[in-house]
């Protein structure tokens, strides 16, 4: 049994042929490169070099009176130094209050005069600290509430915060001061003036030597 001879391909079906083969090969390419390119993503972000340790936020209090004087204190405990950009006039932290269930973000404007002298970026070292009050916002806690005050930093995952609660001032009641008012009812008694008889001879004295 005879086989049949295989045709030679003609020039249309190598270019067709050729054309498949190179389309093959760019797809390819272009697959391998972002391949490559989400390789390198994933090893960047793999080898990103977090902060080690802990950075802490407390306020001196958990319970505060309206119009008390508020600070916090940021400790820095991590193994770098740590950056924070001013906000000024706006408040230095993010600030919450607990409204219908939920912590709600609020904010204050300073007047323009306490930003005078205040560095554009403050630097914590490792193991430094740093405290700041709220005095030149005074409308943040100025009423009764639970609040929650938030730090953020680069490089570090964690969210620090601290919580306090602002009661209202106590009312202080006067005693009231009962004044008795006493009437003196002083009797004045006016003397009776009686005109003594003068002495001496009147009309029809009594008889003397002649």
Same mark, same amino acid.
């Given at each position: 049994?005879?086989?049949?001879?295989?045709?030679?391909?003609?020039?249309?079906?190598?270019?067709?042929?050729?054309?498949? @083969?190179?389309?093959? =090969?760019?797809?390819? &390419?272009?697959?391998?490169?972002?391949?490559?390119?989400?390789?390198?993503?994933?090893?960047? @972000?793999? %080898? !990103?070099?977090?902060?080690?340790?802990?950075? $802490? !936020?407390?306020?001196?209090? %958990?319970?505060?009176?309206?119009?008390?004087?508020?600070?916090?204190? !940021?400790?820095?405990? =991590? /193994?770098?130094?740590? /950056? !924070?950009?001013?906000?000024?006039?706006?408040?230095? =932290?993010?600030?919450?209050?607990?409204? +219908?269930?939920?912590?709600?973000?609020?904010?204050?404007?300073?007047?323009?005069?306490?930003?005078?002298?205040?560095?554009?970026?403050?630097?914590?070292?490792?193991?430094? /600290?740093?405290? $700041?009050?709220?005095?030149?916002?005074?409308?943040?806690?100025?009423?009764?509430?639970?609040?929650?005050? @938030?730090?953020?930093?680069? +490089?570090?995952? &964690?969210?620090?915060? &601290?919580?306090? $609660?602002?009661? &209202?001032?106590?009312?202080? #009641?006067?005693?009231?001061?009962?004044?008795? #008012?006493?009437? @003196? #009812? $002083?009797?004045?008694?006016?003397?009776?003036? #009686?005109?003594?008889?003068?002495?001496?001879?009147?009309?029809?004295?009594?008889?003397?030597?002649?």
């Amino acid at each position: 049994m005879s086989r049949h001879p295989i045709a030679p391909l003609t020039v249309r079906e190598r270019n067709k042929r050729k054309r498949i @083969v190179n389309w093959v =090969l760019f797809y390819i &390419a272009v697959i391998g490169f972002f391949a490559y390119f989400i390789y390198q993503q994933a090893v960047n @972000v793999n %080898t !990103l070099d977090f902060a080690h340790g802990t950075l $802490q !936020l407390t306020t001196p209090k %958990t319970k505060y009176t309206v119009g008390d004087s508020i600070s916090y204190t !940021l400790k820095n405990g =991590l /193994s770098e130094s740590i /950056s !924070l950009a001013s906000t000024c006039p706006a408040e230095p =932290l993010f600030v919450y209050e607990w409204t +219908n269930n939920s912590w709600v973000r609020i904010h204050d404007t300073a007047k323009v005069s306490a930003c005078n002298g205040v560095p554009a970026e403050r630097v914590i070292p490792a193991g430094g /600290s740093y405290t $700041q009050n709220f005095d030149n916002w005074p409308n943040l806690f100025s009423k009764p509430g639970i609040y929650r005050l @938030v730090a953020y930093a680069s +490089n570090y995952t &964690a969210i620090p915060y &601290a919580d306090f $609660q602002v009661v &209202a001032k106590p009312v202080v #009641i006067k005693p009231q001061v009962q004044v008795q #008012i006493q009437t @003196v #009812i $002083q009797k004045v008694i006016t003397p009776v003036y #009686i005109q003594v008889p003068s002495s001496g001879g009147g009309d029809g004295g009594g008889g003397g030597d002649n």
